[in-house]
C-alpha cells in the first residue's frame, strides 16, 4: 500500500522554525518530485515548495522564499522542509505529495500521491 506520511508539525512561536517531515511506505521517494502545499480552512491548498527526483531543482513560493528550505535525503527514503522565521500567516496544514520524476509543481494535479498532512500553528 502506498502511503505518504507527514511529521513534525506543531504550535510555534512567530519568529520560531520547525522542520517538516516525509517518508513513504510502499514505494520509494527517491524516483519521485516531491511537493510540500499547506491548506487553511475555507481556502485553496497553496504550493510552498518542491524538489526534483535528483535535489537538484528546487522552487519556492513568494511567501516563503528565504525562509523555508527543502530538502531530501533519498538514503533514507525521507524529504524536509526546514521553515524558519516562521510567521502567523504560515498556520496551516501541511501535506506532502509525490510526483513522477520531472513533473514537480505547484499545481495539484502533478501530483500522485498525497499524505494526510501535520498541522502547523504559529502563535504567541
Known amino acids: 500500500q502506498v502511503q505518504l506520511v507527514e511529521s513534525g508539525g506543531g504550535l510555534v512561536q512567530p519568529g520560531g522554525s520547525l522542520r517538516l517531515s516525509c517518508t513513504a511506505s510502499g514505494f520509494n521517494l527517491a524516483w519521485r518530485d516531491i511537493g510540500w502545499f499547506r491548506q487553511v480552512p475555507g481556502k485553496e491548498r497553496e504550493g510552498v515548495s518542491y524538489?526534483?527526483?535528483?535535489?537538484?531543482?528546487?522552487a519556492y513560493a513568494d511567501s516563503v522564499k528565504g525562509r523555508f528550505t527543502i530538502s531530501r535525503d533519498s538514503a533514507n527514503n525521507m524529504v524536509y522542509l526546514q521553515m524558519n522565521s516562521l510567521e502567523p500567516e504560515d498556520t496551516a496544514v501541511y501535506y506532502c505529495?509525490?510526483?513522477?520524476w520531472g513533473r514537480g509543481s505547484f499545481r495539484e494535479y502533478d501530483y500522485t500521491y498525497w499524505g494526510q498532512g501535520t498541522q502547523v500553528t504559529v502563535s504567541s
Open positions: 524538489i526534483s527526483a535528483s535535489g537538484g531543482r528546487t
Open positions: 505529495a509525490a510526483a513522477s
